[in-house]
């Protein structure tokens, strides 16, 4: 499970409780940021107290010292959540970016078709044209703002054992293919009033 505060990381010292706390679960650090063009990007990376001013500009986001790309994930979070246009900067930002978020509770509420007991964005062609044109990885995530939404989406990887760290993570995002994993109980219950 990674951890993606708005505008900052978790701090360290408080995940690292939680892991002592947890020891069967895997937990990374991450923060999730809103550009000044209302794009937001999902970072995973390693544990530096980071935080972004919101609606910093591409150019100072990718310009911070915390920016290392081999030891980063990047992805494009609810990318056409609030709209169906193609955002003009995403050709300048795709080049930085390795995935997009596909599902999510935040994608699906108020916009959602069921398919065969899947819940899917009635916007799902718009983003695969989107993963298709920047050779996007896919993500599936429940993006919960509570704790009840946790694990109604999420990424399914096949790997020997959890990553022991967010650069191995990031890693291991770059070259694997997730699949999409659901809990339609928990979904439903999240995105119908």
Same mark, same amino acid.
């Given at each position: %499970?990674?951890? $993606?505060?708005?505008?900052?990381?978790? /701090?360290?010292?408080?995940?690292?409780?939680? #892991?002592?706390?947890? @020891?069967?679960?895997?937990?990374?650090?991450?923060?999730?940021?809103? &550009?000044?063009? =209302?794009?937001?990007?999902?970072?995973?990376?390693?544990?530096?107290?980071?935080?972004?001013?919101?609606?910093?500009? @591409?150019?100072?986001? +990718?310009?911070?010292?915390?920016?290392?790309?081999?030891?980063?994930?990047?992805?494009?979070?609810?990318?056409? #959540?609030?709209?169906?246009?193609?955002?003009?900067?995403?050709?300048? +930002?795709? /080049?930085?970016?390795?995935?997009?978020? %596909?599902? !999510?509770?935040?994608?699906? #509420?108020?916009?959602?078709?069921?398919?065969?007991? #899947?819940? *899917?964005?009635?916007?799902?062609? &718009?983003? *695969?044209?989107?993963?298709? *044109?920047?050779?996007?990885?896919?993500?599936?995530? !429940?993006?919960?703002? =509570?704790?009840?939404?946790?694990?109604?989406?999420?990424?399914?990887?096949?790997?020997? *054992?959890?990553?022991?760290?967010? $650069?191995?993570?990031?890693?291991?995002?770059?070259? $694997?293919?997730?699949?999409?994993?659901? =809990? @339609?109980?928990?979904?439903?219950?999240?995105?119908? @009033?």
């Amino acid at each position: %499970m990674v951890i $993606t505060e708005h505008q900052r990381q978790w /701090p360290s010292g408080e995940l690292e409780a939680l #892991r002592q706390r947890f @020891p069967g679960l895997a937990l990374y650090n991450g923060f999730e940021a809103t &550009l000044d063009n =209302d794009i937001d990007i999902v970072v995973i990376t390693e544990s530096k107290e980071i935080e972004i001013p919101f609606g910093v500009s @591409p150019e100072n986001f +990718l310009a911070s010292s915390w920016f290392y790309e081999e030891a980063c994930f990047l992805f494009f979070a609810h990318l056409f #959540r609030w709209s169906q246009h193609f955002p003009d900067c995403l050709k300048e +930002l795709a /080049p930085y970016v390795h995935g997009l978020e %596909m599902n !999510s509770i935040n994608i699906l #509420r108020g916009q959602f078709q069921r398919e065969n007991a #899947r819940y *899917r964005p009635v916007t799902e062609d &718009l983003y *695969r044209k989107t993963r298709d *044109r920047f050779g996007l990885k896919e993500l599936f995530n !429940s993006d919960a703002h =509570d704790t009840a939404a946790v694990g109604s989406l999420a990424n399914e990887i096949t790997c020997s *054992r959890p990553p022991a760290s967010e $650069t191995e993570l990031a890693s291991l995002l770059k070259q $694997t293919t997730a699949r999409e994993y659901q =809990d @339609p109980a928990l979904l439903q219950n999240q995105i119908r @009033p």
